[in-house]
């Protein structure tokens, strides 16, 4: 199993072509790391009402799920993002009951709202992250040659006034 990568949800967000919601995770330690999860529309409005402080005047699907599982005697020690197959990402949430730990087959969007009404962390696997990188973009001749130069330049390349510093 690879290792695993604490992430934490950095936003709401639509996609400008589609206007899908996307959930937008962001490496804990690594704020480099981005990983964006295309979800439904109901998921993101449960991790936006979150994100934002509403809490329900009677609890919806996440939140009866939370008293569910507190009311078993259990806790969601953490959820973790474990697969990505053919652009499906697949997650895993991680419920302590007891001496127990149960590991339940979740979409991460679901995953992710539980974690974020049990205050637990959120890890994306290694080799998922590998796999969703997105590939570099090709630089034009121009853009790789200001490129290079930038790399390349030293202090004296500088002139201040018409005179070489």
């Known amino acids: 199993m690879s290792e695993l990568v604490e992430m934490e949800v950095h936003g709401i967000t639509l996609d400008p072509t589609t206007q899908m919601p996307i959930v937008v995770l962001k490496g804990k330690e690594d704020e480099n790391l981005i990983l964006p999860i295309w979800i439904g529309a ?7 009402m979150k994100l934002q402080g509403v809490e329900p005047p009677r609890p919806m699907t996440y939140e009866l799920l939370k008293n569910i599982i507190t009311e078993m005697g259990g806790n969601v020690e953490k959820v973790v993002i474990n697969d990505l197959k053919d652009s499906t990402y697949y997650a895993e949430i991680y419920i302590n009951q007891g001496n127990n730990t149960l590991v339940i087959d979740s979409r ?20 998922v992250l ?20 930038l790399e390349n330049i030293k202090p004296e390349d500088f002139e201040i006034g018409g005179e070489k510093s």
């Open 42 to 48: 109901f998921e993101a409005n449960g991790i936006a």
């Open 130 to 149: 590998e796999q969703s990188k997105l590939p570099e973009p090709e630089e034009d001749e121009e853009k790789k040659k200001l490129r290079e130069w």
């Open 108 to 127: 991460p969007s679901d995953a992710i709202n539980l974690a974020l009404r049990f205050g637990a962390p959120i890890y994306v696997a290694e080799h």
